[in-house]
């Protein structure tokens, strides 16, 4: 369950405009549930998690089952854009901050095909090497570069390495029902597959198998994660001024409108950096285009308040942020009272490590409204899988809703194009 806080926008916006911005977000959520708008044929999300069932996360779950008797200790995810920044981001604010020093909570899972770094491909080569490896390769389209890449050098690894029978075993394709090479390739190899529904664009995917498999290869619990984003589904379906993603929809194009072009996902924890990631794919591929759109950034508070803060708090007046609160820290440390109080940080002896952390995050609060930045607050209670499911839904909705309410069509990207048609013929790829 999650909670929206406004009230860091008051000294901006007069109550009138926002009410009339409300009833603007509310016709667009019409549009956007009656299935009306333009790219209506990518909704297949919006009913998702009141489709997933039993057998759907049994067949997810099947696969960690088969590689746990394997004793795989690595699991490469690949894939870009859509198809690995919905599970980076959970598996990054569920896992241990050292999950890589005192071992995973589940299988461990690294990405790869999400640039095309010979570096990056190289150090992963050598790792693979070193480790009992299987593999999930994700494209929806089963054509795009960066993964295709990734996975031709990670499939005759396999192959050179464990015979290609065995190879088979540890490879999962999720990619489209019947069109992209990934499907054919797939289908000639016998590979176990999960399909991302026509109707599911990629950035809106990370409750189907693209997300789904690797965080329970990764250890967590999906089902608990459907479940939060079921609650999302049924809370966010009410037609009503009081729905927290009517009002945020209407609050981001009211801030848009005047002049806030930007909009800072800030998090006071850093188990959060993927969700910026992902945030900002979600609404910036949703809606820039048509030359409109709001910019998506992220940070991380405090540290980016030492690298970023002086430009937030003083520099072009064209922020507004939004922050995600984690209300209950899942862990305690005290700071302890040391008796000649060298360093002067007595003054916070017996308090809670997280106790700063809020403090800091008031005064933030304070200073960026004092300085001309609107403030957005989006409340979670725990940051777990109930959570973060409702939190993944809710900003899918309020994506849907307010790229609706600035015009455009949340659920194409175009521009993408531009660069692969360009690389394609510096690459001299046959027909271009
Ligand atoms: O949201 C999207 O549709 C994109 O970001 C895609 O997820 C990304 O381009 C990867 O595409 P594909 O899954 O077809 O390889």
């Known amino acids: 369950m999650i909670k929206i806080d406004l009230t860091g926008c008051d000294s901006f916006v007069a109550k009138e405009r926002f009410n009339e911005y409300v009833k603007k977000a509310l016709a667009a959520q019409v549009v956007l549930e009656d299935e009306t708008g333009a790219g209506n044929d990518f909704l297949g999300w919006q009913h998702l998690p009141s489709s997933i069932g039993k057998p759907?996360?049994?067949?997810?779950?099947?696969?960690?089952?088969?590689?746990?008797?394997?004793?795989i200790d690595l699991v490469v995810v690949i894939g870009i854009g859509g198809s690995y920044l919905g599970a980076k981001a959970a598996i990054e604010a569920l896992?241990?901050?050292?999950?890589?020093?005192?071992?995973?909570?589940?299988?461990?899972?690294v990405f790869a095909g999400e640039n095309l770094s010979e570096d990056y491909i190289a150090e992963l080569m050598d790792l693979v090497q070193i480790r009992n490896t299987a593999c999930v390769v994700i494209s929806k389209s089963g054509?795009?570069?960066e993964p295709a890449v990734a996975f031709r050098l990670l499939k005759d690894h396999l192959e050179k390495t464990y015979g290609k029978d065995e190879a088979r075993e540890r490879i999962v394709a999720i990619t489209d029902m019947a069109r992209g090479a990934l499907k054919s390739l797939s289908n000639q190899e016998g590979y176990k597959t999960f399909v991302i529904?026509?109707?599911?664009?990629?950035?809106?995917?990370?409750?189907?198998?693209?997300?789904?498999?690797?965080?329970?290869?990764?250890?967590?619990d999906i089902e608990a994660m459907v479940c939060g984003a079921q609650d999302a589904e049924k809370a966010l379906a009410e037609r009503s001024a009081d729905n927290p993603a009517v009002r945020y929809a209407a609050m981001r194009n009211l801030?848009?409108?005047?002049?806030?072009?930007?909009?800072?996902?800030?998090?006071?924890?850093?188990?959060?950096?993927?969700?910026g990631e992902w945030l900002k794919q979600l609404f910036g591929e949703s809606e820039g285009k048509d030359g409109k759109g709001i910019f998506p950034a992220s940070v991380i508070f405090t540290t980016d308040l030492h690298s970023m803060g002086q430009y937030i708090q003083d520099g072009e007046r064209m922020l507004f942020e939004t922050v995600i609160t984690v209300e209950n820290a899942g862990r305690e440390v005290?700071?302890?009272?040391?008796?000649?109080?060298?360093?002067g940080l007595n003054y916070l002896a017996g308090k809670h490590v997280e106790h700063c952390n809020r403090m800091a995050q008031q005064g933030t609060k304070m200073a960026h409204i004092d300085g001309g930045v609107p403030n957005i607050e989006v409340k979670v209670e725990e940051l777990d899988e109930y959570n973060l499911g409702w939190l993944f839904y809710f900003f899918e909705k309020v994506c849907g809703i307010s790229a609706y309410q600035l015009g455009v069509n949340p659920f194409n990207q175009p521009g993408v194009e531009a660069y692969k048609k360009n690389m394609?013929?510096?690459?001299?790829?046959?027909?271009?």
């Open 56 to 71: 759907e996360l049994d067949d997810c779950l099947s696969v960690v089952e088969g590689w746990l008797g394997k004793e």
């Open 95 to 109: 896992n241990h901050t050292f999950s890589c020093h005192l071992g995973s909570h589940g299988l461990k899972v």
């Open 143 to 145: 054509t795009t570069t």
């Open 197 to 220: 529904e026509d109707n599911i664009g990629g950035r809106f995917s990370v409750l189907t198998p693209v997300g789904l498999v690797p965080i329970a290869l990764a250890g967590f």
């Open 255 to 275: 801030l848009y409108d005047n002049a806030k072009k930007i909009e800072l996902f800030a998090s006071f924890n850093p188990k959060l950096q993927y969700l």
């Open 334 to 343: 005290i700071i302890p009272s040391e008796e000649q109080d060298l360093d």
């Open 424 to 432: 394609f013929k510096l690459l001299e790829k046959p027909g271009y």
